[in-house]
């Protein structure tokens, strides 16, 4: 959990350095029908690793949760850091233990200055977590099992517009080997054993190919599942910063983490359509929670029914009610930043430029759990 002032106000470098993963393209060297970026495959592989940790059932001692949301968190900080280094070169370099450290000191160097606001024992906990080699510790299988998983998922669509390519077969030889590494963690068997859930994981996946306000232009542009991802590292750094409880930092997380799914049978509806005619607003959700019972909530095992509904129907509409309202708030600074870059970037959008005044004028002297959004807002005038 990050220590330090709560009055601190979180800096505005450590939210943008997560935006840097919406312009990391993946499989850049193949034939591929759609971008794929580093964002959308960091949120896929953490919802992906919720599965896993929910199939894990054994000894599940506390701070299971807390901990596959940090190592989550240290690879994706990483990952930003090396994303020119193609993942078999990555690899190659893991297995030369005295470079591979290195490597990762000067990950730690270039990073720190923007991650110092999270504290120092969050730092702490990045650095070993990065230097760290143990790869017998169930939360490095079940992120790890996480990665691969979603990195066959992508080769699964890249193979099929590069067939013959020596690349691709290289790179299907080096999915098998890794598959190999987990042959022993029975949450991944019972996955790969698992229809339903492997049809849960793809619908998540559909939202990758989601674009968010997709009737405007923009640099960059986000995907729904990419956007997921950024409100639930929002949640998690606004309510390790608020102190809160290891329950309600993990509930945090993962209501931003799947907040918009219902998303996926209704597509990213602006706020002005819903508003555009009385009731609509209602008429949506409604529609939402009974397709969702129908099409998704089925899949998934009886037992995490409560959490799944729980994360994707959260009602957090009023930021003066504080159950939710740190989520409401990460999903409103998300919208802004993504604002806030498009007008950086050089794209004149009046669309845009309400937007940001909007949600500017709505925490203006607001302060939640001793988070000063206000103070936030103002890095970015």
């Given amino acids: 959990m990050i220590q330090g002032s709560a009055q601190q106000v979180i800096n505005k470098e450590i939210l943008l350095m997560i935006y840097d993963a919406s312009h990391m393209i993946r499989w850049n060297d193949q034939v591929r029908s759609v971008e794929m970026t580093e964002l959308d495959k960091q949120a896929h592989k953490m919802i992906t ?106 080769y699964e669509i890249i193979s099929r517009f590069n067939p013959n390519l020596d690349s691709v077969n290289e790179i299907k030889k080096s999915i098998e080997d890794e598959q190999e590494k987990y042959k022993d963690l029975k949450a991944l068997e019972a996955l790969l054993k698992d229809e339903r859930l492997k049809r849960f994981i793809d619908i998540c996946g559909q939202l990758r190919f989601q674009i968010r306000w997709s009737h405007l232009y923009r640099i960059p542009r986000t995907s729904v599942l990419g956007h997921m991802l950024v409100v639930a590292l929002f949640s998690y750094v606004f309510s390790s910063h608020a102190k809160a409880s290891e329950e309600m930092i993990t509930n945090n997380y993962f209501t931003g983490l799947f907040h918009d799914l219902p998303e996926v049978l209704t597509r990213d509806i602006i706020n002005p359509v819903k508003r555009s005619v009385e009731g609509l607003d209602k008429l949506i959700k409604g529609y939402e929670k009974k397709e969702m019972d129908k099409k998704i909530y089925n899949l998934i095992p009886v037992d995490w029914y409560d959490d799944i509904k729980r994360y994707t129907e959260n009602e957090f509409d009023d930021i003066d009610n504080r159950s939710g309202s740190l989520v409401k708030a990460a999903d409103d600074l998300a919208a802004f930043i993504e604002a806030y870059l498009c007008l950086r970037n050089g794209i004149k959008n009046n669309d845009m430029v309400i937007a940001k005044k909007k949600i500017i004028d709505k925490y203006k002297g607001k302060e939640i759990l001793g988070i000063d959004l206000d103070g936030i807002y103002s890095q970015f005038k």
């Fill in 49 to 154: 690793a919720f599965v896993l940790g929910k199939l894990y059932k054994s000894n599940i001692k506390k701070g299971f949760w807390l901990s596959i949301i940090e190592a989550g968190f240290f690879e994706f900080l990483q990952r930003i850091v090396l994303t020119d280094l193609k993942p078999q070169l990555f690899h190659e370099i893991k297995k030369d233990s005295v470079k591979y450290k290195k490597l990762n000191q000067w990950v730690y160097k270039r990073i720190q200055p923007s991650i110092s606001i999270l504290g120092e024992p969050f730092c702490i906990r990045f650095r070993e977590y990065i230097n760290d080699d143990n790869t017998e510790s169930i939360v490095r299988k079940i992120i790890g099992a996480s990665h691969f998983y979603v990195t066959k998922w992508e």
